[in-house]
């Protein structure tokens, strides 16, 4: 019944985890589930009543444009240009997307042909993979080691792999790994892509989730990289919006040109009443943004303080509101049998996440707390 390109997909193992919560808490377990990457904090309410009267103007209930309001592109390009320190043409060089997802999966469309590989690290968002494989280019994943910072090794590709790569996807702050990146790393990115004609995609989508006054820097900043890449901005996890989809690409104006052209095809834009909730978020003081990630910051430390009191290696992550540690074999399944606490084994993000777990920040400190003491009572 399904095209090889379905029956091809490897096994969800997150829809695994969620049969046996579900299992649990029909049994009266009181699970606490860090499982998911998905803000528990609700939308800020400047963003929410921007919202509810744009959806009353019955201008904004017809088809979007493809690109995204000239409004919301400027509002993004101005977001660019005071946060990040890059300039960006609102006419050619950003386009609105349906969150950045759709963007990850795309990309391969219009950039990728059969048979041509696409780099991404691993353990990695898995949409990196299966996009390329969607489009029938070859996924070629580079595993992130704590020896190595969770930076890829550019060094150990092989010069085949090499001749064949187009693209490459990579992610700082880091989904799941939450490690960062400096400009010498993008840097040298830009070398290594210009010298092996390879497209580079930046996944920006934690950028804003930072602590103890760390900034995570644009990959566009870094010298030549408008000549051969684009990033991903995305409102999910920056203003609490993931149900929303809503997102940006800014980039290199004939690599944007496109993605547009694909999604021109097979999306018609993003509605626009969200676009002007999106222009809210990303024009007012980002007081609100400051504020969330204090809530997470408490919440980092109470889990990082839980870790280490059970003899776990782990250091506080300077962004994302993720907690990758190093675990014993079989703890996912204690932790959630034993525990009734719900985190995902990180080798659901790729081979080279095994050995590791990810607990994802979004629950109230009280219940991370919770978590904390059930987890010093477990034997391991
Ligand atoms: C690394 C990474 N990229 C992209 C996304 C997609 O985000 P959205 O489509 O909500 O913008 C996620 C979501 O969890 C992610 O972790």
């Not at 040109?257 to 809210?280: H, T």
């Not at 303080?305 to 990758?324: D, R, S």
Request: aromatic share 10%; with cysteine.
């Amino acid at each position: 019944m399904y095209s090889d390109r379905i029956n091809a997909l490897p096994p969800y193992l997150f829809a695994a985890i969620d049969e046996a919560r579900d299992e649990l808490i029909a049994k009266g377990v009181d699970v606490i589930d860090l499982g998911v990457g998905d803000p528990d904090l609700p939308t800020h309410p400047h963003i929410v009543e921007a919202m509810q009267k744009a959806v009353c103007d019955p201008g904004t209930h017809q088809y979007p444009s493809y690109a995204g309001m000239p409004e919301f592109r400027k509002a993004a390009a101005e977001w660019c240009r005071k946060y990040k320190g890059i300039e960006i043409d609102p006419a050619t060089e950003v386009l609105s997307l349906i969150g950045s997802k759709e963007a990850v999966a795309h990309i391969p469309l219009a950039f990728v042909n059969p048979g041509d590989v696409v780099l991404y690290t691993e353990p990695g968002y898995p949409v990196y993979k299966i996009g390329t494989l969607f489009a029938g280019g070859e996924p070629y994943p580079l595993p992130l080691k704590a020896e190595n910072s969770f930076l890829p090794d550019l060094d150990s590709i092989p010069e085949d792999v090499l001749k064949k790569s187009r693209l490459f996807f990579f992610n700082y702050p880091n989904n799941p790994t939450a490690a960062t990146a400096d400009m010498a790393f993008f840097e040298k990115v830009v070398k290594f892509c210009k010298k092996h004609d390879i497209i580079a995609v930046h996944d920006n989508a934690y950028c804003q989730m930072a602590y103890d006054g760390y900034e995570a820097p644009s990959f566009l900043a870094a010298e030549g990289a408008m000549d051969i890449g684009m990033e991903l901005y995305s409102h999910s996890k920056t203003y609490n919006m993931t149900g929303w989809r809503l997102g940006f690409a800014v980039g290199n104006k004939d690599l944007i040109k496109g993605l547009g052209k694909v999604k021109s095809n097979v999306d018609s834009g993003v509605f626009d009443a969200i676009q002007i909730a999106g222009i809210a978020a990303l024009s007012s003081p980002q007081d609100c943004v400051n504020e969330t990630n204090k809530i997470y910051e408490e919440r980092r430390n109470a889990l990082i303080e839980g870790l280490t009191a059970m003899g776990l290696e782990v250091k506080p992550p300077k962004a994302t509101f993720y907690i990758w540690a190093p675990v014993p074999k079989g703890f996912t399944s204690i932790l959630l049998e034993e525990a009734g606490i719900v985190a995902t084994p990180g080798v659901g993000f790729g081979d080279a996440g095994e050995g590791y777990i990810r607990f994802a920040l979004t629950k109230p400190v009280e219940r991370i707390k919770e978590a904390v003491e059930r987890m010093k009572k477990l034997q391991l």
